[in-house]
């Protein structure tokens, strides 16, 4: 979150306008679904179209709105590491041509960034599409001359997948960044001689399957909370049986089981996630099941 000192010291007119906007849409948007009555059974489609598109309507480009907010999430933490002059976020249109960030400092050096909301077409890897834009932007920080080079992400997912898959795209002048709200991270690549060739960065082969090796508990359990029990809450469930194939194969792992096993039926699951196991069928493997509670 924006602290109060950072909204007070460094806050623009513009940039609190924007916000203001941003949360004038998040109330229109509350307000139309407190009127929305189409459950699951509704078989009317002329009111199906109606409230997707009248949403739709309402979120204009929102895509917008959630890079402008991790421009300013990026603003901050810049301003916290440079001497930076009092900058406008809100001047430069989201989208624009060019580097998302490129700041001269008031002692005279330059600041280049590229700032990333994506959340990876799979969790262990990007999709094609995400693929060749974060080869792009890799391309523009490697190509252009600074005193500093920042790679921002906004999702752990993201962030990882780079840690682990791209780290020889980006030089040991570009520091890879994760921002709140998924919690600050810094990485500085410096295994020069593992940097990518040109040839590599105009490449578009397929991402490959994680290696046995580049998975985490963490990061199991943290796509089980995302994808299971979360969902499931806001449903209104009160248990959840889950079946470790299942998540073995959404999450692109390959002879992952005894992990994946293990994560489901450990206790830091319950705590983490906020359940209680009811009991746990089958032994190590695909066809392991553990029933959750949720209340």
């Not at 139309?32 to 409230?51: A, D, P, Q, R, S």
């Not at 998302?100 to 600041?111: E, H, V, W």
């Not at 450990?266 to 196991?277: A, L, P, Q």
Request: hydrophobic share 40%; aromatic share 10%; glycine share 4%.
């Amino acid at each position: 979150m924006v602290s109060e000192v950072f909204s007070d010291a460094i806050m623009t007119a513009g940039e609190r306008q924007r916000l203001f906007n941003i949360a004038e849409k998040l109330a229109n948007i509350q307000r139309f679904l407190n009127t929305v009555n189409i459950g699951k059974e509704h078989l009317n489609l002329e009111e199906w179209y109606k409230t997707v598109s009248n949403f739709k309507r309402l979120l204009k480009n929102f895509d917008n709105d959630v890079s402008f907010i991790a421009c300013l999430l990026a603003k901050h933490f810049l301003s916290m590491k440079h001497n930076l002059p009092l900058i406008d976020i809100a001047a430069r249109p989201q989208g624009a041509p060019g580097l998302d960030l490129d700041i001269t400092t008031k002692d005279g050096k330059r600041i280049i960034a590229e700032i990333k909301t994506t959340i990876p077409y799979h969790v262990s890897k990007l999709g094609a599409h995400q693929r060749q834009a974060f080869l792009r932007d890799f391309k523009k920080l490697r190509e252009n001359k600074a005193d500093y080079k920042y790679f921002f992400v906004t999702e752990r997912y993201a962030y990882e997948v780079i840690r682990r898959h791209y780290a020889k795209y980006l030089t040991e002048e570009i520091s890879l960044v994760l921002l709140p709200p998924s919690g600050l991270e810094i990485t500085n690549f410096i295994p020069v001689r593992e940097i990518a060739t040109e040839s590599e960065l105009e490449s578009e082969q397929p991402h490959p399957v994680m290696s046995p090796t580049s998975i985490s508990a963490d990061l199991i359990r943290e796509f089980i909370k995302d994808n299971y029990f979360e969902p499931a809450k806001r449903r209104g469930e009160e248990q959840l049986r889950l079946r470790s194939g299942d998540i073995h194969k959404k999450m692109n792992l390959h002879n992952r089981y005894p992990l994946v096993c293990s994560v489901m039926r450990g206790r830091k699951i319950e705590r983490i996630c906020d359940v209680k196991i009811i009991k746990t069928e089958g032994s190590d493997g695909a066809n392991f099941y553990v029933t959750y509670s949720l209340v």
